[in-house]
């Protein structure tokens, strides 16, 4: 959205992409074996215990224990408050599918192609956030 005249430009107009995102957990253990042994994200550093970050492109995944950056309540069970999509290629979008199932997890939605251009698979982590795995076709 361009200023309108007489506007100032904001200094966020400076922002090229989220650099990294931060899933607050409620069960570290679960999560941490989830993100590593199910999907696989490569590990790129281990802040503390409560602080872990995956290598995921140009973009940081990291897992947290909401501490002094994060005092709000946990989220209530079955809430929908966090959806994070992964991209890959078509092929891959089935593949994922029979890797989460061999490893025992849930699908919500299998492979399926939409009519807005995306094929898409929909499950969910130990915490509940939803994640999609999707191509566009």
Known sequence: MEPQPNQP???????RAIDYTVIFVRDMAAM??????????PLL??????????SLGSNTLALAKPSRTASDAP???GSAS???????????????ADELVRQGVALLSPPTNQSFGHR???FRDPDGNLLEVYAEI
């Open 45 to 54: 550093r281990e802040l503390s215990p409560n602080w872990i970050e995956y």
């Open 32 to 41: 941490r074996s989830f993100y590593e042994d199910v999907l696989a994200f």
């Open 9 to 15: 430009r904001s200094p966020f107009n400076a922002t």
């Open 120 to 122: 898409t698979l929909f």
């Open 75 to 77: 989220i209530p069970s």
């Open 82 to 96: 966090l959806q994070l999509a992964f991209k890959v290629s078509a092929a891959e979008v089935d593949a994922c």
